[in-house]
T-cell receptor, first 112, second 116 residues
Framework: GQQVMQIPQYQHVQEGEDFTTYCNSS?????IQWYKQRPGGHPVFLIQ?????EVKKQKRLTFQFGEAKKNSSLHITATQTTDVGTYFC????????????FGKGTHLIIQP | GAGVSQTPSNKVTEKGKYVELRCDPI?????LYWYRQSLGQGPEFLIY????????DSGLPNDRFFAVRPEGSVSTLKIQRTERGDSAVYLC??????????????FGPGTRLTVT
């Protein structure tokens, strides 16, 4: 089945530093979604990217979808303590099914 | 408005027992999903309902797992003859109309299942 790989697994940053997580697939994706999960919480939808080369911004967060629609990235500028959590990319499973395949996530740890 | 709710929040059961986990989706959402999440992992897809029917149950690990959504709203995930490996957080999510409407999924708080 389809897999999405995320790197890095963990990222320690000082508050105020930037953070980037990458998501890669061996197959072309129809679209990709990003979710954030706070410690002890549940995944919360951040954004969906559909078009090749698409770039979307939400305040300090920038999301990109690769030209080949096989990779995506999430970049956070000037991290804050509220950014702590695990960031997951997710893609719809193949064959038109609606179940999402999630990456293992990148755990963002911020040191004040 | 209310989000997705799940009950119970925690369930401890003995190996071999039967459990039911309940999900109440956002009102009006026709699509409902079950996932399970083990520690340090991303959610793993189990089953997807569009209305009352299971449109995709390819993620159910074996025939001990079964889910229903008889009236197109509340769903119940049923696990028979539980095993210790079933211990995980079971997450329910709903979306307005599946992937055709943006695909944004709203997750509930989850049920933490512990099989002893």
């Amino acid at each position: 089945g389809q897999q999405v790989m995320q790197i890095p697994q963990y990222q320690h940053v000082q508050e105020g530093e930037d953070f980037t997580t990458y998501c890669n697939s061996s197959t072309t994706l129809s679209n990709i979604q990003w979710y954030k999960q706070r410690p002890g919480g549940h995944p919360v939808f951040l954004i969906q990217l559909v078009k090749s080369g698409e770039v979307k911004k939400q305040k300090r967060l920038t999301f990109q979808f690769g030209e080949a629609k096989k990779n995506s990235s999430l970049h956070i500028t000037a991290t804050q303590t509220t950014d702590v959590g695990t960031y997951f990319c997710a893609a719809f499973s193949g064959g038109g099914a609606d179940g999402l395949t999630f990456g293992k996530g990148t755990h963002l740890i911020i040191q004040p | 408005g209310a989000g997705v709710s799940q009950t119970p929040s925690n369930k401890v059961t003995e190996k071999g027992k039967y459990v039911e986990l309940r999900c109440d989706p956002i009102s009006g959402h026709t699509a409902l999903y079950w996932y399970r999440q083990s520690l340090g992992q991303g959610p793993e897809f189990l089953i997807y309902f569009q209305g009352t029917g299971a449109a995709d149950d390819s993620g159910l690990p074996n025939d001990r797992f079964f889910a229903v959504r008889p009236e197109g709203s509340v769903s119940t995930l049923k696990i028979q003859r539980t095993e210790r490996g079933d211990s995980a957080v079971y997450l329910c999510a709903s979306s307005l109309n599946g992937r055709d409407n943006g695909g944004e999924q709203y997750f509930g708080p989850g049920t933490r299942l512990t099989v002893t």
